[in-house]
């Protein structure tokens, strides 16, 4: 069977912020990020401000009003700084928007070409769970920075933390509508459904969820997708979705060939990461067999590890990047395995809801 979709990966995330300027210094400073763009008055643009933000293949855009009459601030009034659009790179957006059209997608703005000096970047956006969409983006005869309107920075920015690709994108859902959303990029962008969690597996006596991962024809593109199952008190899922008011991106991980490296350097600039009862790593090597990593230095930085028939897993999750409960991130470094490390689901939960707890949101 064709691809009739084929994506060639992730292009970008963006994001709608109350203060762009200030998430970009955090960004850098803290993430690493290097600022590349920025596009605003300055450039000739009214109504908004947007930053560029680049660290290996990992591109982050964060947005601005600069208007009180703003879809931008409404959006940021009901969700909280918020991920709005996951931007997925095609080689024909025309082509794509034609198929995603007839299979039934909610086209938000068809294949449109935007241009300046430096060439034509081609988008077409489609909408997705929430407020959140999917943009098509057509970029091999455009050569300037992002995206026309942007204007390069001259910056350097901080050090680089060692984050190299977005290895998926994980959205939340209601209860019910998970099995809509699977089906929905079945249907609409060819994905086919790589596993498939139960509440059976991912439960404790508080915390339940169930979820579905999709990936796309040439498995570049996995998202997850999860909706609470019935706990005995509100699950973390639901904890989401009253703050994000709606269904959102709940994390984004990120790829690193040397996560110890880039853990340390997150710690030392004072990111939070979800503490890991220390009971997790006496059992550990028990649980996952021989690993290339020192226990101890694992257990010293708080790093989970997974395995699966493929191989195996390091990963960890930082606290939400945001007042509200919503959005955070993932570092994950992969040693063969395809997984999501769901055999560390159990383990997390605990620690998730401990601080649910501290928030009295249990
Ligand atoms: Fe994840």
């Not at 794509?96 to 077409?124: C, Y």
């Not at 609470?228 to 990120?254: F, N, T």
């Not at 028990?286 to 010293?300: A, P």
Request: hydrophobic share 40%; net charge negative.
């Amino acid at each position: 069977m064709t691809d009739f979709l084929p994506i060639r990966g992730f292009d970008h995330v963006e994001l709608y912020v109350g203060n762009a300027k200030q998430a970009a210094h955090f960004y850098d400073r803290v993430f690493g990020f290097r600022p590349v763009g920025k596009l605003g008055l300055e450039t000739g643009v009214r109504d908004r401000a947007s930053y560029y933000m680049q660290q290996g293949n990992v591109r982050l855009i964060f947005t601005s009003a600069l208007s009180p009459d703003s879809e931008i601030n409404r959006f940021c009034a009901l969700h909280g700084d918020a991920a709005k659009v996951i931007g997925l790179e095609v080689g024909d957006v025309e082509a794509t928007m034609r198929e995603v059209k007839a299979r039934g997608a909610t086209v938000i703005q068809p294949a449109q070409g935007f241009e300046d000096k430096n060439g034509v970047l081609k988008t077409g956006v489609v909408r997705y769970a929430g407020d959140c969409v999917i943009k098509f983006v057509e970029r091999q005869h455009y050569r300037g920075t992002f995206a026309p309107g942007f204007e390069p920075i001259q910056a350097f920015g901080s050090e680089a933390v060692g984050l190299a690709a977005i290895d998926h994108i994980v959205t939340n859902v209601y209860l019910g509508e998970m099995n809509y959303w699977a089906g929905w990029f079945e249907r609409i962008l060819g994905f086919t459904q790589l596993t498939h969690f139960t509440d059976k597996e991912i439960s404790t006596e508080y915390s339940a969820l169930m979820s579905k991962v999709m990936e796309n024809g040439s498995g570049k593109i996995k998202l997850p997708i999860n909706e609470p199952a019935e706990g005995r008190k509100r699950s973390q899922i639901e904890e989401y979705l009253d703050y994000h008011c709606g269904p959102g991106v709940q994390h984004i991980a990120m790829s690193t060939k040397d996560i110890c490296k880039t853990v340390r350097m997150l710690r030392q600039r004072d990111i939070d990461f979800l503490r890991v009862p220390d009971a997790y790593y006496d059992s550990l090597l028990k649980r996952v067999g021989n690993i290339e990593e020192d226990v101890d230095e694992l257990r010293d930085l708080g790093i989970l590890v997974d395995r699966d028939e493929d191989g195996y897993l390091l990963q960890i999750f930082t606290q939400p990047v945001q007042d509200r409960p919503t959005l955070f991130f993932e570092v994950i470094e992969r040693h063969g395995s395809r997984g999501f490390g769901v055999g560390n689901f159990k383990a997390l939960f605990v620690s998730i809801e401990e601080e649910q707890r501290r928030r009295g949101n249990l």
